[in-house]
């Protein structure tokens, strides 16, 4: 059974950082990717970042492109999002995703199989 469980959420000031953790079991990341959406409250869920494990590209929503970074450590099966230079519209709660979406929905929810319960971030002075 595939289980992804974040962490690293919180309380942080504007112009401060945070990373998020993606535990990922019943799966390795071969032949997989990870992303990142998130929700914040009234709105959609929205797509944030995406690392293909073909290939290793990356994908970023324009509005955190050159603040936010996705990566992973292969060896621990574990996705990070790197967050800087936040802003209090950052605020949301933050969900990890896998699965192996086309090209085409790659930032959609629809190409994710499977899904943490998500983490709060909370950007505000």
């Known amino acids: 059974q595939v289980q992804l469980v974040e962490s690293g959420g919180g309380l942080v000031q504007p112009g401060g950082s945070l990373r998020l953790s993606c535990v990922i079991s019943?799966?390795?990341?071969?032949?997989?990717?990870i992303a990142w959406f998130r929700r914040a409250p009234g709105k959609e869920r929205e797509f944030v970042a995406a690392?293909?494990?073909?290939?290793?590209?990356?994908y970023y929503t324009d509005t955190v492109k050159g603040r936010f970074t996705i990566s992973r450590d292969i060896a621990k099966n574990t996705g990070y999002l790197q967050m800087n230079t936040l802003k209090p519209e950052d605020t949301a709660v933050y969900y990890c995703?896998?699965?192996?979406?086309?090209?085409?929905?790659?930032?959609?929810?629809?190409?994710?199989?499977?899904w943490g319960q998500g983490t709060q971030v909370t950007v505000s002075s």
């Open positions: 690392l293909r494990s073909s290939g290793g590209y990356t």
């Open positions: 019943g799966h390795s990341f071969s032949g997989y990717t």
């Open positions: 995703a896998t699965g192996v979406p086309i090209l085409s929905s790659i930032r959609t929810p629809q190409g994710y199989r499977s």
